[in-house]
């Protein structure tokens, strides 16, 4: 039976019906194999667990072009003049699918909605305009907002930064539009708002004054938290990390750097962090080490699941489907005590050449599947207890004796080079068992294979 599923007057994808969960063994590409929304894992459903979100700037409005060629796909609302009622159809068509996929959230920058303009007045009225269309639709859907975020640098005006850009009236231009998203942020539920500075950083030191423009980076952020507070808005700001492209130098380099700035300007209370895969990666990083280093520092927020290619060193987007990396995110996840509220969004694009619609929900399914899965295998790791158990014993020297007077900080340095003066000999080498740790989570991942 293939039920209609559709939102406005019009079906968008009618040759796709609603995405099911039919189980490991079935052929059909267009149903989830392990991503079961309703199965419990621990204490917590899947979909309470991985809070996936669909990205609309991929999804809907990504045209897939590149600096070699234009775009490929195309949408059931390009052939719609009219920008206005383009966006209403984008925005009907982009619930249909997501009510089809079954994700609970969705994720938008303020243009991927509503037509840009250069006057703020107009801009402001585009939006909300729109706005109120996506309340309608949440409300009709049940489907809800991870985070919303201003685009600051797709216009030509923020070709030298926006808040960072060394020209006033362009860092005012970007506060306007900061100020409207809040609002949107407010009056839609978004349980986060997210900063992501692609044109915040330099080309080249000649011309910038870095100290400056830091300091207006953290003073724009620090008046966007206040007027966020001052009109109600409860959810985490997030900044997400990256360490360069589109310009050469990004100030938000990583999760480490982030938080040294977070720190450094007192705003670590209201901001967190928005840890992307494929900028992790770019940082030379894993994605597990960036999520850590958030985690640790208590400033783990949300996540954009995607992944890099290995042999580029470029952000490429592309939808996760290794299981191995998956099960690492997850158990960082996992153990720091789970990403609400935040969530998984999938800020992936499908290939320029994946033109089908089908292909958007292919892309989908894949990814959702591969965090089902590392997610399982994450929570039998955790459930097992040995890898903790074998970790927490690498360190056990420091549970007693000296070893835990020293974490007190009851050790001097004069204290440490009398007691070590009394060993005689070499000291003995404790293996970490880097071969033995990879086998086991292979072991766990395909136990029953
Ligand atoms: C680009 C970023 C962007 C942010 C939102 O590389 O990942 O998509 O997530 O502005
Ligand atoms: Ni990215
Ligand atoms: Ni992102």
Redesign the pocket.
């Known amino acids: 039976m293939n039920r209609k599923i559709f939102i406005g007057d019009k079906e968008y994808f009618p040759l796709i019906s609603k995405i099911k969960y039919e189980g490991a063994q079935s052929d059909n590409p267009l149903a989830f194999k392990f991503y079961n929304p309703e199965e419990k894992v621990g204490g917590l459903t899947m979909e309470e667990h991985l809070r996936f979100s669909v990205a609309y700037?991929h999804s809907f409005t990504g045209a897939g072009g590149d600096p070699f060629g234009g775009g490929t796909i195309s949408f059931p609302w390009d052939h719609i003049e009219d920008p206005m009622r383009r966006s209403f159809a984008k925005a009907d068509g982009a619930f249909e699918f997501i009510t089809k996929l079954g994700a609970p959230y969705y994720c938008f920058?303020d243009v991927d909605i509503a037509p840009d303009a250069e006057s703020v007045a107009e801009y402001e009225n585009n939006l909300s305009t729109v706005v109120e269309k996506l309340k309608e639709r949440q409300a009709g859907t049940g489907v809800k907002l991870l985070w919303n975020?201003a685009n600051l640098f797709s216009h030509p005006r923020y070709m030298n930064g926006a808040a960072t850009n060394p020209d006033f009236r362009i860092l005012r231009r970007a506060a306007a539009q900061v100020k409207v998203c809040l609002d949107i942020a407010v009056e839609l539920g978004a349980e986060n708002h997210?900063f992501?500075g692609?044109r915040e950083g330099y080309n080249m030191l000649l011309n910038t004054n870095m100290k400056r423009e830091q300091q207006h980076f953290a003073e724009f952020l620090a008046k966007a938290r206040d007027y966020g507070r001052s009109i109600g808005f409860k959810g985490n700001f997030l900044i997400?990390p990256?360490p360069m492209e589109p310009i050469k130098h990004h100030y938000d380099f990583d999760a480490a750097t982030v938080i040294g700035f977070l720190r450094e300007f007192g705003l670590e209370s209201d901001f967190k962090l928005n840890i992307?895969g494929n900028?992790a990666t770019l940082a030379g990083h894993d994605f597990a080490h960036d999520l850590q280093v958030a985690a640790d520092a208590g400033m783990l927020g949300s996540v954009?699941a995607n992944r890099g290619d290995d042999r580029n060193g470029w952000?490429t987007d592309q939808f996760p489907t290794d299981v191995y990396q998956a099960a690492q995110a997850m158990l960082v996840i996992l153990e720091s005590g789970g990403l609400n509220p935040g969530g998984l969004n999938f800020?992936a694009k499908r290939r320029r050449n994946s033109t089908d619609d089908e292909d958007l929900f292919h892309a989908h399914i894949g990814g959702m599947d591969t965090f089902a899965l590392g997610l399982k295998a994450a929570h039998k790791i955790i459930e097992q207890g040995w890898l903790k158990t074998y970790r927490d014993g690498r360190y056990r020297t420091f549970d007693e004796g000296q070893g835990a007077e020293f974490e007190s900080g009851k050790l001097s340095l004069q204290e440490l080079y009398q007691s070590a003066k009394t060993e005689t000999g070499a000291l003995p080498l404790s293996s970490g068992h880097q071969e033995m740790l990879e086998n086991v989570i292979n072991q766990v991942l395909f136990q029953g294979a």
């Open positions: 700037w920058h975020t997210v992501w692609g997400e990256k992307e900028h954009d952000d800020d």
